[in-house]
């Protein structure tokens, strides 16, 4: 009796999930396990949304796991000594693993790799499983990673992605104690307005886009007020979603909204690709701009609870405050107006941002903070997003910021994004903070230290 052991990461999913049909094809019982790994949580990643949303994830996975005669196996502690533990205990001679892309996922594979070769145990590690195409799978002549995205878009449509691997019928699982599933109900400080979790809601939602937002999203992902995006990034985060299913059935679709839809997906792999080249990226400049930030803690605590007075910055930190989730141009603009307007460190930002968002992702947070903060793979690095201009092309009604900022709702379209233009007594009634930079002198002030 062979037995294999599934070490589940970012790849909560039975269906298109590689390494666990790898598993179940090559050994008579397979242990899904799960470690709540002390490694992550002294990193400072298990922000409390993501804490919630993994246990919807979690509790997901053990019922469909559970449907096919399985069960999904929880411990916690050091992810080496819990691994071990496990292949000690069931006799199984292989585990396998997605491959990660971050200096921690590197380690946490090498540990593995020397821990289970002392106990005569295997290690395979599979690849585009949390991303379509593996890091290094496509690459320039002369470096080892694409630094800017159109032409590692061009080579990552050409190299194609692997076909989608069918869910397993029947899971034979060894006798071995489950362990406790944690419960969203028992994390404190969750957004009250957090979505639901797991593969069965990933699904449903994947559904529903498919057959209704996917093929205007080439004109309406940019429309705030529309929120016509898929949502579907937590669920890609957790792996409760392969995205090698979502570019087939995207393609398949075939509108050019699918088609943008599908670029979206590749700016994930490029972002992945970038990490796993140069890791130190998550925590230092990839092209260091010479910045001395000036990290003002009024200007930064007024972006933080959406009080800067400017109405779409504040919309959209309302938005990643009450939802654990924010709009991509959202996310495109506080950004801009944290690092370029306040000339704010973009780490700060981005710290901000994994303590909230609930598809808080090492990868695409960090690298597309340093794109906005110019210290990135921007071809522009010195462009700078106007709120007011942005909020005028994306939000002309208002109907954003009334959603998120209600001291506003209900102000005619001509002054929405320019309170300040208002009356004095009409200022004074809406109980709404002045702006804390002019935006011309902030824009100054960042072309100056850039040398712009």
């Known amino acids: 009796m062979t037995v294999s052991v599934v070490l589940f990461t970012s790849d909560l999913r039975v269906h298109d999930n590689p390494v666990l049909s790898a598993a179940v094809r090559g050994s008579d019982q397979v242990v899904p396990l799960f470690v709540d790994d002390d490694g992550v949580r002294a990193a400072g990643f298990d922000a409390p949304n993501r804490q919630a949303f993994l246990a919807d994830c979690l509790t997901d996975l053990d019922a469909a796991l559970r449907a096919r005669g399985g069960h999904l196996v929880i411990r916690s502690g050091d992810v080496v000594d819990e691994v071990c533990a496990v292949v000690s205990a069931t006799g199984a001679r292989q585990v396998h693993l997605a491959g990660g892309v971050s200096r921690y996922a590197a380690r946490r594979e090498g540990r593995l790799r020397a821990a289970l070769d002392t106990i005569g145990c295997?290690?395979?590690?599979?690849?585009?499983?949390?991303?379509?195409?593996?890091?290094?799978?496509?690459?320039?002549?002369?470096?080892?990673?694409?630094?800017?995205?159109?032409?590692?878009?061009?080579?990552?449509?050409?190299?194609?992605?692997?076909?989608?691997?069918?869910?397993?019928?029947k899971i034979?699982?060894?006798?071995?104690?489950?362990?406790?599933?944690?419960?969203?109900?028992?994390?404190?400080?969750?957004?009250?307005g957090l979505m639901a979790g797991g593969e069965t809601e990933g699904r449903k939602r994947l559904r529903q886009w498919l057959s209704g937002g996917i093929a205007g999203y080439e004109e309406g992902h940019d429309d705030l007020a529309g929120d016509a995006t898929s949502r579907l990034s937590p669920f890609l985060h957790f792996g409760a979603l392969s995205a090698v299913e979502l570019i087939h059935a995207a393609r398949r679709e075939g509108s050019p909204g699918a088609q943008a839809f599908v670029r979206q997906l590749a700016w994930r792999d490029f972002h992945h690709q970038v990490l796993a080249a140069r890791p130190a990226s998550a925590h230092q400049d990839?092209?260091?701009?010479?910045?001395?930030?000036?990290?003002?803690?009024?200007?930064?605590?007024?972006?933080?609870?959406?009080?800067?007075?400017?109405?779409?910055?504040?919309?959209?930190?309302?938005?990643?405050?009450?939802?654990?989730?924010?709009?991509?141009?959202?996310?495109?603009?506080?950004?801009?107006?944290?690092?370029?307007t306040?000339?704010?460190?973009?780490?700060?930002?981005?710290?901000?941002?994994?303590?909230?968002?609930?598809?808080?992702?090492?990868?695409?947070?960090q690298l597309n903070w340093q794109w906005v903060a110019g210290t990135g793979?921007?071809?522009?690095?010195?462009?700078?997003?106007?709120?007011?201009?942005?909020?005028?092309?994306?939000?002309?009604?208002?109907?954003?910021?009334?959603?998120?900022?209600?001291?506003?709702?209900?102000?005619?379209?001509?002054?929405?994004?320019?309170?300040?233009k208002l009356e004095p007594a009409e200022r004074a009634a809406l109980d709404y903070p002045e702006p804390i930079v002019d935006l011309a002198e902030g824009r100054a002030r960042f072309e100056r230290a850039r040398g712009v």
């Open 172 to 192: 034979a699982t060894p006798e071995v104690a489950p362990g406790t599933l944690p419960r969203r109900a028992s994390v404190a400080g969750v957004s009250p």
């Open 377 to 420: 793979t921007d071809t522009r690095p010195n462009r700078v997003l106007n709120p007011v201009v942005q909020g005028k092309r994306f939000d002309p009604l208002g109907t954003y910021v009334g959603r998120w900022v209600p001291e506003l709702a209900g102000l005619a379209r001509g002054v929405v994004h320019e309170p300040w």
């Open 122 to 169: 295997a290690l395979s590690v599979h690849d585009a499983v949390v991303t379509a195409l593996a890091p290094g799978a496509v690459t320039p002549a002369d470096r080892d990673h694409y630094t800017v995205f159109t032409p590692y878009l061009r080579r990552w449509s050409e190299a194609g992605v692997r076909e989608v691997a069918a869910a397993p019928r």
């Open 286 to 340: 990839y092209r260091p701009r010479g910045d001395r930030w000036r990290d003002d803690e009024r200007e930064i605590a007024a972006w933080r609870a959406g009080r800067t007075g400017y109405p779409l910055v504040d919309a959209a930190m309302r938005q990643l405050a009450h939802e654990g989730w924010m709009h991509n141009r959202g996310r495109m603009l506080t950004a801009s107006f944290l690092t370029k």
């Open 342 to 365: 306040l000339y704010a460190n973009w780490r700060t930002g981005a710290r901000h941002f994994l303590d909230l968002l609930v598809d808080g992702d090492l990868a695409n947070n």
